[in-house]
Every structure is written in structure tokens, then in C-alpha cells.
């Protein structure tokens, strides 16, 4: 699943730099997240970094993206070019 960050955000600026795919940008009101470039970091760590970093607890699973660990890791690969 991709993550998506609601609007609880504070906008403290502390996400977009640890998105390794470069999925997090500045929204109009707040940060957003493109489901096609989240990984749930997936490929990269262990745990989604976007979620330990938010002070506010605002980076819930996105519910219209329903991903298994196989698929995320595709996607992975695809924007990174890694091969299997």
C-alpha cells in the first residue's frame, strides 16, 4: 500500500527528506504523498521513514492502495532500476 498523510499535517517539513523515491511534496494546504512512487520505503529500509519521523502521527496506510511486500518491492525496482 502507498501511505498517505491526512490533514493533521502541521506542515513541520521533516518528511519530504526521508522519502528516498521522492514521493513527498508540498501540496497546496500540506504535504502529500504520490502513491505511484511510495514504496512504504520498501527496497530501501525496514520501516516507512516518513512515518518515524511525523511528530504528529498523521501518515496512515492509503486505503485505495492496496499493495502486497511483493508488489511494493516491484514498484521498488521499477523507479529504481534495479533488477531482481
Known amino acids: 500500500m502507498a501511505l498517505l498523510i491526512t490533514d493533521e499535517c502541521i506542515n513541520c517539513d521533516v518528511c519530504e527528506p526521508e522519502c528516498p523515491n521522492g514521493a513527498i511534496s508540498q501540496g497546496d494546504e500540506i504535504y502529500v504523498i504520490d502513491p505511484m512512487l511510495c514504496t512504504e520505503c520498501v527496497g530501501h529500509y525496514e520501516t516507512s521513514q516518513c512515518v518515524e519521523v511525523c511528530p504528529v502521527d498523521c501518515i496512515p496506510l492509503h486505503p485505495d492502495y492496496q499493495e502486497n511486500r511483493e508488489e511494493l518491492l516491484e ?7 534495479e533488477t531482481a
Do not use: E, P, Q, V
Not at 75 to 81: E, L, P
Open 75 to 81: 514498484k521498488y525496482r521499477r523507479i529504481t532500476g
